[in-house]
């Protein structure tokens, strides 16, 4: 199976050790159509892209997109949820510069209010030690998710289940409504097969993404593919992989990607 574009990218503007250059020149290098530089949002606790950066990597992208001519350049973000109703810390001012938008919960995060952080950082430290406070911490984390792709246009909700407990069979089944793909990350070596499997019955689609933090690691799927042949995922399944991409399903349909 082979994978045409690698929506998740880091980069310096966050926690990466390249430039958007960098990550552009291997993923051209690795014969992708599609490279994503998707930034953290800016509540991301010691890692996120200050507000104005987005601004300047619209511009760099712009700049660069007459360089590479082969490939298809896009600007986007790793949002953060700052609160249990699915907000975002991503601001409209940004959203406007984005060609699109991924989510993900992250252990920490400024939150939108105290009440916010003690539920989506507080209780999410103590779950690991208090049994019994998983299953309510596992709920909230699963809502505010739900709420975050019901109430966005949300491409791809990145790493699900990473350090947050989440309810993949509800999570699964209210992306596949709103046309979020959910990622199967192949920087991360905790996602399973079972997980894969529980939500491929939910018909939502996948995205395979690299994560990377360097640029040598931009198009570096190895461990998500094998996830996914594993669970019995094909083409059809995955939205980076698929032949012809329908990409009406799925909230990038605004942008042309084979252009």
Not at 155 to 160: C, E, F, N, Q
């Amino acid at each position: 199976m082979k994978l045409w574009a690698d929506f998740h990218t880091h980069t310096k503007y966050s926690h990466g050790t390249g430039t958007i250059r960098q990550n552009v020149e291997v993923a051209a290098k690795k014969g992708l159509s599609v490279i994503g530089i998707s930034e953290h949002g800016p509540a991301n606790i010691g890692v996120g892209t200050a507000p104005d950066d987005f601004e300047r990597m619209r511009e760099e992208v712009e700049i660069l997109k007459s360089n590479f001519a082969g490939i298809r350049i896009l600007l986007g973000c790793e949002a953060n949820i700052i609160s249990l109703d699915g907000d975002l810390d991503v601001s409209d001012k940004i959203l406007s510069k984005l060609d699109y938008v991924m989510v993900g919960l992250h252990p920490l995060v400024w939150a939108r209010s105290l009440k916010n952080a003690y539920y989506l950082m507080i209780e999410n430290m103590l779950q690991w030690r208090i049994q019994w406070l998983r299953t309510k911490v596992t709920d909230r984390n699963t809502k505010a998710l739900i709420r975050a792709v019901k109430n966005h246009k949300i491409a791809i909700v990145t790493h699900p289940g990473l350090h947050l407990p989440v309810d993949t069979a509800a999570l699964a089944q209210i992306a596949a409504q709103c046309g979020t793909a959910l990622e199967i990350n192949a920087g991360h070596g905790y996602m399973t097969e079972e997980y894969v499997r529980i939500a491929k019955k939910y018909g939502v689609k996948f995205a395979i993404g690299s994560d990377a933090h360097k640029p040598s690691d931009v198009g570096n799927f190895k461990r998500g593919l094998e996830i996914a042949e594993k669970a019995g995922l094909t083409e059809d399944d995955i939205i980076n992989a698929t032949r012809v991409p329908e990409m009406t399903i799925i909230n990038l349909s605004n942008i042309d990607l084979h252009s």
